[in-house]
């Protein structure tokens, strides 16, 4: 059965809507547009038809008083020599390839999308109609959160014998025609099937008398199938027309592109472990737990209980980033050189934003599957005009419990508990289950010692360091990014390591031998003064060292030692822990420079979990996944350009919120409050 459908979308702008007709097919159509004129004289800026080959867009603007407008696609189409209706399989109209304005109507069989916009009673009224039969799978989206009106399926192949066709040159059936087109009862003038003559009322025309009704139902629950199909709740869809959008972000092409893809000039910025307390507070440079070997087999402990750490405390500080500008202050204070302005960043991000562009940016518009994130990711534009700031949206923690399908769910970019279910092993569970991964790290990595601190009564305090997150920048595709990631865990530095190219130097440890942050290989009995940061909400207090970048280390546990290094709406996996988490491993290695990743084989044995086998992957063990993925990230690159054009287009004095809903365009969305964003003090830092 063919998947593809016709996508239309419709988004409001200054000077009326905004609609994008998608052809998601894998073959070409003519799409057409024909308004009534006797009920309406406002007409979209577009031709009253195209020509559209496979996966491409058509994007216009339709006035917001449009009245009984409709838009269909036609089917194997030669208006050569016949400019009539006939010209098409499907869909023709008298005109050819421009439908006349007057008469240009659709020849049945057709799947018509049909709006009336900005009606009396202040609704938008659209649906997706097969009154007049079916020849083309179809969608009609918006970026508002209305209701979707579609019949997605494709009808031709089953439809029943007597409404079957036209068929193409292959023999191909390329319609379904509707019991009234097809003339069932003999008389279309009087048809229970047309709703006609004696049946012309709702009363006189149920679904019942209709003809192979159930069949269009049951297949296209969304759609209009016959003239009062009003009464069955799914087929007429509204919405307000005073919900407005601003403009819309399309997922690039994925044609070929030889451009190398490698990540140069990489340097690391600052670092810093979370300290566990309730007022948010970090070390600076901190330091990664150290990986400790172990024997194998080994059992994974599930009563460990709580995570390391609830970062909803780090949320109080109501932007994130500033932690990542303090400790990038903190770690280049000793450069006398360095000014972050001087940088020339683009892009400014925590690394776990990237893989969810990276799965619009590969969708093609196509629905992203089952376990493909919708999200919402707001930006800010620097003063500069250059910088774009992007901030993972965070549902209001009073909804995390309770959030409904409409609500986008946002996760920490830390240790937190598991969202999946421990699978039951008929044993009781008396602690929360955190999650394997976060089992494994526990069990396999030192504990960090105590940092002894003293507060500003001059008290001493204890403070415990958990998650280590470190700041990266470097030049990928054409943009200069400043990337955050948390680092699971660094390898011993008294075992031996491999050799690191000059050009990967971290000169980060240059700037901290000019600072007095010394070595702490064993925790230091003085006392670190805990310092508020000058207009921050943030305490930090000077612990830990520069870590070179090739000790660092992420580790996954990967049931049976399978890594999906990257999955698409097409990979077939059976896991669904995998797809959910497992799907971005090599877009997370790569982004974030980290070098090294240790896998852990997890398999049960008679209820209990072991880690079986380790594998550790670098670079160059990646060569191959890197060359099959490329695309991706050139795709993604291109993506990071248009939201950073729309936010140039509509200034720095407000963000903007970029949404995607798991298929389709990217819509964008002003924000009118900067509460909860970074300052424009901290936005003139770069």
Same mark, same amino acid.
């Not at 993604?636 to 054009?645: D, N």
């Given at each position: 059965?063919?998947?593809?459908?016709?996508?239309?979308?419709?988004?409001?702008?200054?000077?009326g !809507?905004?609609?994008?007709?998608?052809n998601?097919?894998p073959?070409t159509?003519?799409?057409a547009?024909?308004t009534d004129?006797n009920?309406?004289?406002?007409?979209p800026s577009?031709?009253? *038809?195209?020509e559209?080959a496979?996966?491409?867009?058509?994007?216009?603007?339709?006035p917001d #008083?449009?009245?009984a407008g409709r838009?269909w696609g036609r089917?194997n189409c030669n208006f050569?020599t016949?400019?009539?209706?006939?010209s098409?399989?499907?869909?023709?109209?008298n005109?050819g390839?421009?439908?006349d304005? @007057?008469?240009g109507?659709?020849?049945?069989?057709?799947?018509v999308?049909?709006?009336?916009?900005s009606?009396?009673?202040g609704l938008?009224?659209?649906?997706?109609?097969? &009154?007049d039969?079916?020849?083309l799978?179809m969608?009609i989206? #918006?970026?508002?959160?209305c209701?979707?009106?579609s019949?997605? &399926?494709?009808?031709?192949?089953?439809?029943?014998?007597?409404l079957?066709g036209p068929y193409?040159s292959?023999?191909f059936?390329v319609?379904c025609k509707?019991a009234?087109?097809?003339n069932?009862?003999?008389?279309?003038?009087d048809?229970?099937?047309?709703?006609?003559?004696?049946?012309?009322t709702?009363?006189?025309?149920?679904?019942?008398?209709?003809?192979?009704?159930?069949?269009f139902?049951?297949?296209c629950?969304r759609s209009?199938?016959?003239?009062?199909?009003e009464?069955?709740?799914?087929?007429l869809?509204?919405?307000?027309?005073?919900?407005?959008?601003?403009?819309?972000?399309?997922?690039?092409?994925s044609s070929p592109?030889?451009?190398?893809?490698?990540?140069t000039?990489?340097?690391?910025?600052g670092s810093?472990n979370?300290?566990e307390d309730?007022?948010?507070t970090i070390?600076?440079?901190?330091?990664?737990?150290?990986?400790?070997?172990?024997?194998l087999p080994?059992?994974l402990?599930e009563?460990l209980?709580a995570?390391?750490?609830?970062?909803?405390?780090a949320?109080?500080?109501g932007?994130l980033?500033e932690?990542?500008l303090?400790?990038i202050?903190?770690?280049q204070?000793g450069?006398p050189e360095?000014?972050?302005?001087?940088?020339?960043?683009?892009?400014?991000?925590?690394?776990?934003?990237?893989p969810?562009?990276?799965k619009?940016?590969?969708?093609?518009?196509?629905?992203?599957g089952k376990?493909?994130?919708?999200?919402?990711?707001?930006a800010?534009?620097?003063p #500069?005009?250059?910088?774009?700031?992007?901030t993972?949206?965070?549902?209001?923690? !009073?909804n995390?419990?309770?959030?409904?399908?409409g609500?986008?769910? %946002?996760k920490?970019?830390g240790?937190?508990?598991s969202t999946d279910?421990?699978?039951?092993?008929?044993?009781?569970? @008396?602690k929360p289950?955190?999650g394997?991964?976060h089992i494994?790290?526990r069990?396999?990595t030192?504990e960090l010692?105590s940092? @002894?601190a003293?507060?500003?009564?001059g008290?001493d305090?204890?403070?415990?360091p958990?998650?280590?997150?470190?700041?990266v !920048?470097?030049?990928?595709?054409?943009?200069r990014?400043?990337?955050?990631?948390r680092?699971?865990c660094?390898?011993?530095?008294?075992r031996?390591?491999?050799?690191?190219?000059?050009?990967e130097?971290d000169?980060?440890?240059?700037?901290?031998?000019?600072?007095n942050?010394?070595?702490?290989?064993?925790p230091?009995?003085?006392?670190a003064?805990?310092?508020?940061?000058?207009?921050s909400?943030?305490?930090? &207090?000077k612990?830990g060292?520069?870590?070179?970048?090739d000790?660092?280390?992420?580790?996954k546990?990967a049931?049976?030692g399978?890594v999906n290094w990257?999955?698409?709406a097409s990979?077939?996996?059976?896991?669904?822990?995998?797809? !959910?988490?497992r #799907?971005?491993v090599y877009p997370?290695?790569f982004?974030s420079?980290?070098?090294s990743?240790r896998?852990a084989t997890?398999?049960?044995v %008679?209820? %209990?979990?072991?880690?079986?086998?380790l594998?550790?992957y670098?670079?160059?063990s990646?060569?191959?996944e890197h060359?099959?993925?490329?695309?991706?990230f050139?795709n993604?690159?291109?993506?990071?350009?248009?939201?950073? %054009?729309s936010?140039q287009m509509h *200034?720095?004095?407000?963000?903007l919120?970029? &949404?995607?809903?798991q298929?389709?365009?990217m819509?964008?969305?002003?924000?009118?409050e900067k509460?909860?964003y970074?300052?424009?003090?901290?936005?003139g830092?770069?």
């Open positions: 059965m063919m998947k593809s459908t016709v996508l239309l979308a419709f988004v409001g702008s200054a000077l !809507r905004t609609f994008t007709v998608y998601a097919c073959f159509i003519w799409p547009v024909f004129l009920v309406g004289s406002a007409v577009v031709e009253t *038809g195209w559209a496979a996966y491409t867009k058509r994007t216009f603007t339709v #008083n449009w009245k838009i089917r050569s016949n400019p009539g209706p006939n098409c399989l499907t869909g023709g109209c005109g390839l421009l439908c304005s @007057h008469t109507t659709g020849v049945p069989p057709a799947s999308a049909e709006w009336t916009l009606a009396s009673d938008d009224w659209y649906d997706v109609s097969l &009154v039969g079916y020849n799978p969608s989206t #918006n970026n508002v959160g209701e979707v009106a019949c997605a &399926v494709d009808l031709g192949p089953d439809c029943p014998a007597a079957k193409d292959s023999g059936p319609g509707s009234c087109f097809a069932l009862d003999g008389n279309q003038a048809s229970g099937n047309c709703c006609s003559g004696s049946h012309n709702p009363a006189t025309c149920p679904p019942s008398g209709v003809q192979y009704y159930s069949y139902k049951d297949r629950p209009y199938v016959y003239a009062y199909d009464s069955s709740g799914t087929a869809w509204t919405c307000p027309a005073s919900k407005k959008a601003d403009s819309t972000i399309s997922p690039p092409s592109d030889n451009t190398p893809v490698e990540i000039n990489l340097k690391a910025l810093y979370w300290i309730e007022i948010p070390a600076i440079p901190g330091r990664p737990a150290v990986w400790k070997d172990q024997s080994i059992r402990r009563d209980g995570p390391f750490f609830d970062e909803n405390i949320r109080n500080i932007f980033l932690t990542d303090l400790a202050e903190v770690s204070a450069d360095f000014d972050l302005s001087k940088e020339n960043i683009d892009i400014v991000t925590n690394r776990n934003s990237l969810k562009l990276i619009f940016a590969i969708s093609g518009g196509r629905y992203g376990y493909t994130d919708q999200f919402r990711i707001d800010q534009l620097a #500069n005009g250059r910088t774009v700031i992007l993972r949206y965070e549902i209001p923690r !009073r995390q419990q309770t959030h409904g399908a609500q986008l769910e %946002q920490s970019n240790p937190q508990q279910s421990k699978p039951d092993n008929g044993r009781a569970q @008396h289950f955190i394997f991964d494994f790290e069990m396999c030192e010692a940092i @002894h003293t507060d500003s009564s008290s305090v204890s403070l415990r958990v998650g280590y997150h470190r700041i !920048r470097y030049d990928l595709l054409g943009l990014l400043l990337v955050r990631s680092v699971d660094m390898q011993s530095p008294l031996p390591q491999l050799d690191l190219p000059e050009a130097v000169s980060l440890s240059k700037a901290l031998e000019k600072t942050l010394e070595p702490e290989p064993e230091s009995k003085a006392s003064p805990l310092v508020q940061g000058e207009d909400q943030v305490r930090y &207090v612990f060292e520069h870590v070179p970048q000790l660092l280390m992420d580790i546990l049931p049976n399978k990257y999955s698409d990979t077939t996996v059976s896991s669904k822990l995998i797809k !959910r988490h #799907n971005n997370q290695c982004l420079q980290t070098p990743l896998v997890r398999a049960t %008679q209820g %209990q979990d072991f880690v079986a086998q594998k550790t670098d670079t160059n990646l060569t191959t060359e099959r993925q490329a695309q991706k050139r993604l690159i291109s993506v990071l350009k248009q939201m950073r %054009q936010l *200034g720095s004095d407000f963000p919120a970029f &949404v995607w809903t298929r389709g365009d819509t964008v969305h002003h924000i009118e509460t909860k970074l300052s424009d003090k901290g936005l830092k770069f």
